[in-house]
């Protein structure tokens, strides 16, 4: 049984960042965030990484990251780049470490 | 039995320990220098107990118990057990009080200035690793509790007995003759332990704090080459944190002091199956520096 994990808000209209109370590192394709609202530290590899780290950057919607994405990274995952991002971006939101910007 | 208070060195702390158990107080003696071990102290960080059992149960078999503060958090064990009761209970007060410093269940050790933090599980032969390595020129800063300071993340000597467990007792003895043991105690929870007495250096050197360079897991195989991997730092990052026992408590700050030591440190898995290997390993990775 596989879990459906959906944005709480719309993700293609929506500019994401990373939340101001996480802390992170990014070293050799991977990425560690300290999430200061949960007090959870988390490690991020593959797409997960990718998707964090270009937010750690600069704030991005869903079809920046679609666009940069098919230009710089091979997905491992298959399917539609804007799908995964949905995915990854659901995610990282579900854990409080990304938030749309308001 | 009359209880007396001896005061023991530990590392930067001092720890008032009251007991009647003069065996205990014995053992002591010669596992620690003499000047780390007083009967007057102007402070003590930490005040334990080792008491005999209560009620009736002390009258047909005898019962260590270990008190921090007036509070017992360990059941009773045999009174046989009462040393390795004592070196337990002095972790659990240190690892629990002493929170100035990012405290992670690992092992330190120092060669040429630099600090190889050794986090690892029960049972991944890391203070065996420990044992074998400080006779063979590393310096013990510590076996169980590596002490990180929060400011500068330098790793403050906390040189105390070694805790070998079951064959690794037989290993050292035979890998370092000239080392120093309280004698075996058997059916311990962890099995037979013995405590190595740490090396006279290292305990001459332990108000030095130094700066750590490597960050090794080790994990013992039966005839494993020794080898070092590199590891991801993310994933060693959160590993340590699983390692840390006060991690949670300092929050972002002690993100930030373990972040700012992956990026500083060499991080590796080690995976060794025999102790002369693993020091010839060690010994190249101390050069290559």
């Given at each position: ?47 997960a990484a990718w998707v964090f780290g270009r937010l750690c950057i600069a704030p991005a919607s869903c079809r920046s990251l679609a666009r940069d994405a098919e230009d710089s990274v091979e997905l491992r995952a298959g399917g539609a780049v804007g799908e995964t991002i949905t995915r990854t971006l659901a995610l990282l939101q579900r854990l409080q470490i990304v938030e749309a910007v308001a | 039995m ?130 074998g390595l400080v006779h063979r020129g590393w310096r013990l800063l510590s076996d169980e509790l590596a002490l990180i300071r929060r400011d500068d993340g330098r790793v403050v000597p906390l040189a105390r007995p070694v805790n070998l467990k079951n064959a690794s007792i037989d290993i050292i003895q035979a890998f370092a003759p000239g080392a120093l043991f309280s004698a075996k105690v058997r059916d ?102």
């Amino acid at each position: 049984m596989s879990a459906v994990i959906r944005l709480e808000r719309n993700a293609a209209a929506e500019i994401w960042r990373v939340s101001d109370e996480v802390r992170w590192r990014l070293w050799d394709g991977e990425a560690v965030a300290y999430n200061g609202r949960t007090g959870d530290t988390h490690h991020f590899a593959d797409f997960a990484a990718w998707v964090f780290g270009r937010l750690c950057i600069a704030p991005a919607s869903c079809r920046s990251l679609a666009r940069d994405a098919e230009d710089s990274v091979e997905l491992r995952a298959g399917g539609a780049v804007g799908e995964t991002i949905t995915r990854t971006l659901a995610l990282l939101q579900r854990l409080q470490i990304v938030e749309a910007v308001a | 039995m009359r209880a007396e208070t001896t005061f023991l060195r530990l590392g930067p702390f001092t720890a008032a320990l009251t007991t009647a158990f003069t065996g205990v107080v014995e053992a002591l003696l010669r596992l620690y220098p003499a000047h780390f071990i007083a009967r007057q102290a102007d402070f003590a960080d930490f005040h334990v107990s080792l008491l005999p059992g209560k009620g009736a149960r002390r009258f047909f078999r005898r019962q260590a118990r270990f008190l921090i503060d007036g509070h017992e958090n360990f059941t009773p064990l045999p009174a046989d057990q009462a040393l390795p009761l004592v070196e337990w209970g002095l972790n659990y007060a240190i690892a629990g009080m002493a929170h100035q410093y990012l405290i992670v269940h690992a092992a330190a050790i120092e060669k040429n200035g630099r600090v190889a933090i050794l986090p690892g599980a029960p049972g991944s032969g890391k203070s065996t690793l420990t044992a074998g390595l400080v006779h063979r020129g590393w310096r013990l800063l510590s076996d169980e509790l590596a002490l990180i300071r929060r400011d500068d993340g330098r790793v403050v000597p906390l040189a105390r007995p070694v805790n070998l467990k079951n064959a690794s007792i037989d290993i050292i003895q035979a890998f370092a003759p000239g080392a120093l043991f309280s004698a075996k105690v058997r059916d311990t929870v962890k099995g037979t332990v013995a405590l190595m007495r740490a090396p006279d250096e290292s305990l001459a050197r332990v108000d030095e704090a130094a700066s750590p360079a490597w960050i090794v897991f080790p994990q013992w195989r039966a005839d494993a080459p020794a080898i070092f991997t590199p590891f991801s730092k993310a994933a060693g990052l959160v590993e340590m944190g699983h390692h840390a026992m006060n991690y949670s408590l300092h929050g972002a700050a002690g993100f930030e002091r373990l972040a700012s030591l992956f990026e500083s440190c060499g991080c590796f898995r080690f995976a060794y199956g025999k102790l002369d290997e693993a020091a010839n390993a060690f010994d190249a990775l101390a050069a290559a520096a």
